[in-house]
């Protein structure tokens, strides 16, 4: 089974300022995807970003980025030049399962 | 093509009652989810269905609660004899593979009184 662990519940950052929200998984699966998605305050949820294991390169979309280490099992998301927008909830996860999620806050 | 839609946005139920959600997926994925979401927690994962197959079944579904996906588009899910501890958000989401994100629906809030 797979496990998704996200240790921050809550993150600020001062606007244009890049942040890092920190996911560690387990699998035992040999070829694997991760996700990112992000859930504002008006509940729906968007999916921002996609990591194959096997990819020799680490995925990016616009501001969004993965900083994957599969040695480590970790797949971080980095948020470059962050907006007052990107306030919300963020989940990582991995085949079929979410972590708990990371709350984040820009401020002015 | 509206994106995945859902019905009702919100239902209210007494305790004891049988509720069934309906998940109409975009038209050209082939993989429907369900996940339930209470309050600042992560979407618990239900069950999902490629085509008609439903695939895997989450533990959490106990035997209240069953999805249908009768001919590969439009997916229900049925809870049966309601409880308060199944008031929750009910999201779906389609994809048009394992390796794509997904795309969510608007949920379907549940209140059990």
């Known amino acids: 089974a797979q496990k998704i662990t996200q240790t921050q519940p809550g993150m600020f950052v001062q606007e244009k300022e890049a942040v890092t929200l920190d996911c560690t998984y387990d699998?035992?699966?040999?070829?694997?995807?991760l996700f990112w998605y992000k859930q504002p305050s008006s509940g729906e949820m968007i999916f921002l970003i996609y990591?194959?294991?096997?990819?020799?390169q680490n995925a990016t979309e616009g501001r969004y980025s993965l900083n994957f280490q599969k040695a480590r099992k970790s797949a971080n998301l980095v948020i470059s030049a962050s907006q007052l927008g990107d306030s919300a909830m963020y989940f990582c996860?991995?085949?079929?399962?979410f972590g708990a999620g990371t709350r984040l806050t820009v401020k002015p | 093509d509206t994106g995945v839609s859902q019905d009702p946005r919100h239902k209210i139920t007494k305790r004891g009652q049988n509720v069934t959600f309906r998940c109409d997926p975009i038209?050209?994925?082939?993989?429907l989810y369900w996940y339930r979401q209470t309050l600042g927690q992560g979407p618990e994962f239900l069950t999902y269905?490629?085509?008609?197959?439903?695939?895997?079944k989450s533990r959490l579904l106990s035997d209240r609660f069953s999805a249908e996906r009768p001919k590969g588009s439009f997916s229900t899910l049925e809870i049966q004899r309601t409880e308060q501890g199944d008031s929750a958000m009910y999201l779906c989401?389609?994809?048009?593979?394992?390796?794509?994100?997904?795309?969510f629906g608007s949920g379907t809030r549940l209140t059990v009184v």
């Open positions: 990591q194959g294991s096997y990819d020799q």
């Open positions: 038209s050209e994925h082939n993989r």
């Open positions: 699998t035992s699966d040999p070829s694997y995807g």
């Open positions: 269905f490629q085509n008609e197959a439903q695939l895997e």
């Open positions: 989401a389609s994809s048009l593979a394992q390796d794509y994100g997904y795309t």
């Open positions: 996860a991995i085949r079929l399962r």
